[in-house]
């Protein structure tokens, strides 16, 4: 059974930093993509980051500049390293990758950022 597991959320003040993963599991292929989405209280998920097999990335215009997403194939994990970090910013943190068509989902982590 393929799972994605997130890791790296928690409480930081803004300004802060943190650094996210996801690690897959149940298959030793590699996903076509991997995404981080978020979904803020009472608001709808969106994409934070994309990046595909090849590494090219993209990137919300929310985030630009402030993180950096990253994988290793070898270890099937996907990492947002994420600064300056806002209140704004604070949700639930979702890994998402395609897998032979297939869409899969974390079950999230959460990021809370406030003094």
């Known amino acids: 059974q393929v799972q994605l597991v997130e890791s790296g959320g928690g409480l930081v003040q803004p300004g802060g930093s943190l650094r996210l993963s996801c690690a897959a599991s149940?298959?030793?292929?590699?996903?076509?993509?991997m995404a981080w989405y978020r979904q803020a209280p009472e608001k709808q998920r969106e994409l934070v980051a994309f990046?595909?097999?090849?590494?090219?990335?993209v990137y919300a215009d929310h985030v630009k500049g402030r993180s950096t997403i990253s994988r290793d194939n070898a270890k099937n994990t996907v990492y947002l390293q994420m600064n300056s970090l806002k209140p704004e910013d604070t949700g639930v943190y979702y890994c998402?990758?395609?897998?032979?068509?297939?869409?899969?989902w974390g079950k999230g982590t959460l990021v809370t950022v406030s003094s």
């Open positions: 998402n990758g395609l897998l032979f068509q297939i869409p899969y």
């Open positions: 149940g298959t030793g292929s590699i996903f076509s993509f």
């Open positions: 990046i595909g097999r090849d590494g090219s990335t």
